[in-house]
């Protein structure tokens, strides 16, 4: 089983619609968790850390769910701006390793 | 600005001519990591620093060698590059982590794409 796994989609979501995806992680031990944002040929960027509780921030919502080894982000209002690949991270191995999944494409259609 | 950079941004090169690329850092960091990208395998790790002089390999090893002389600077060495080297390649940084499984999130470079022809 990989360590993080996502459905690469895309995601085709209307403007102004929700879209909201999951990730699998495989590590029960993980204790830190992260969505980054990709676009296109460059540089992933750190979009939101994800809490136990629960978090959010403006249009984006992050949950985990220990139970279940999943962590996911909703993004409410999309945006065009949102159109991206949304790149689940979790530490596996302990310490600063991070493991990435491969993505979720997010394309926002007007 | 507090920021990784990777030079170069582009390079194609030929088979088996040694290539370096560079990655410095100036937020202190104390871990910095090599990662490719790849269609459809997503960010793999290649070699990682948790401080100077400590470095180990991460999933995808095979083809290159690093160093950590100093704390910002972590170079990429590519001793004999081959066409399956051609890649997308991240450069990242981050703070030590706070123990118990704990990470600190990631400041990655803006990438460098190699070609080896």
């Known amino acids: 089983r990989k360590e993080v796994e996502q459905d690469p989609g895309p995601f085709n979501v209307p403007e102004g619609a929700t879209v909201a995806f999951n990730c699998t992680y495989s590590?029960?031990?993980?204790?830190?968790f992260f969505w980054y944002r990709q676009d296109c040929r460059k540089e992933p960027k750190l979009l939101m850390s994800?809490?136990?509780s629960g978090n959010e921030d403006g249009r984006f919502t992050a949950q985990l769910n220990r139970a279940s080894q999943y962590i996911s982000l909703l993004i409410r209002d999309s945006k065009l701006s949102d159109s991206a690949t949304y790149l689940c991270?979790?530490?596996?191995?302990?310490?600063?390793?991070?493991?990435f999944g491969k993505g979720n494409q997010v394309v926002v259609i007007p | 600005e507090a920021q990784v950079t990777q030079n170069p941004r582009y390079l194609i090169t030929v088979t088996g001519k040694k290539l370096t690329v560079t990655c410095s850092q100036n937020?202190?960091?104390?871990?910095m990591s090599w990662y490719r990208q790849d269609p459809g395998l997503g960010l793999r790790q290649i070699y990682y620093?948790?401080?100077?002089?400590?470095?180990d390999k991460g999933d995808v090893p095979e083809g290159y060698k690093v160093s950590r002389k100093e704390k910002r600077n972590f170079p990429l060495i590519l001793e004999s590059p081959s066409p399956n080297q051609t890649s997308l390649y991240f450069c990242?940084?981050?703070?030590?982590?706070?123990?118990?499984?704990?990470?600190?999130?990631?400041?990655f470079g803006s990438g460098t794409r190699l070609t080896v022809v």
């Open positions: 990242a940084s981050s703070l030590a982590g706070t123990g118990g499984g704990v990470s600190p999130s990631y400041t």
């Open positions: 590590n029960s031990a993980s204790q830190s």
């Open positions: 994800v809490y136990s």
């Open positions: 991270v979790v530490n596996s191995r302990g310490n600063n390793r991070l493991a």
């Open positions: 937020m202190n960091h104390e871990y």
């Open positions: 620093s948790m401080n100077v002089e400590v470095t």
